[in-house]
């Protein structure tokens, strides 16, 4: 399973790269040619972290390769899990695929930082899973092979998170709200949170070790 672009409704802004910046942006791409692969960073908020028991199993194939998991929220507070379909549409949660570091993949269902260098007509964002104390949540996150870049906004907005030519491993990263940083969310009837710097900073990322692809 894995996401798709943005609607034709949903126009996008952006300002042309100088010169200077093309060339510095080929310089950047040659250089990450050269670097080992691993992980984004993970930046997560001050709140301690949701007391979460976190399971994930890997499978590979011919044709695709994902995880599937399980999150138990062992706290006493509800929690948001960030793996959900877009407001408005039904289905199971899209998976998104992006280039980390080096020929490091990140298959992931968290929220995203939208380009700084784009304004969108509306935000993307997504409906929440609400996961109660002592309740489970089991989820499936697949790609299909080769991999290609899929993003809430279009691949072709945001080449900087572009899958490498020849990815070598892979991981998973699943996002989870607490009442600290979502707490408005939480209270809602239908939770809905946007892709947005500022929310993807708040939430804490649950990852699995990187894999080597097939």
């Known amino acids: ?3 798709t672009g943005g609607d034709a409704g949903r126009r996008r802004l952006g300002r042309p ?4 910046g093309a060339v510095f942006a080929v310089l950047a791409a040659l250089a990450g040619c050269r670097t080992e692969g691993g992980p984004l960073p993970r930046p997560e908020p001050d709140s301690p972290r949701p007391d979460v028991a976190f399971r994930a199993e890997f499978h590979a194939g011919p044709e695709a390769v994902g995880w599937s998991w399980t999150l138990r929220n062992d706290g006493d507070e509800p929690i948001l899990v960030f793996a959900g379909p877009d407001r408005g549409e039904e289905g199971p949660a899209p ?4 280039g980390a570091r080096g020929t490091t993949v990140e298959l992931a269902q968290r929220l995203l930082a939208t380009p700084e260098y784009v304004a969108f007509d509306e935000p993307y964002g997504l409906v929440p899973a609400v996961l109660q104390p002592g309740a489970v949540l089991s989820g499936v996150a697949e790609a299909p092979l080769p991999l290609a870049t899929t993003l809430p906004w ?3 907005v945001d080449p900087e998170r572009a899958v490498p030519a020849s990815p070598r491993e892979v991981y998973l990263c699943v996002g989870v709200g607490t009442a600290a940083e979502f707490g408005e969310e939480l209270a809602a009837a239908t939770p809905y949170v946007a892709h947005a710097e500022a929310t993807a900073r708040s939430q804490h990322q649950f990852c699995t070790d990187t894999e080597p692809l097939p």
């Not at 790269?17 to 200077?20: E, I």
């Not at 998976?95 to 992006?98: E, I, P, Q, S």
């Open 1 to 3: 399973m894995t996401g």
């Open 17 to 20: 790269a100088s010169a200077l």
């Open 95 to 98: 998976t998104w695929v992006l």
């Open 154 to 156: 279009g691949a072709d």
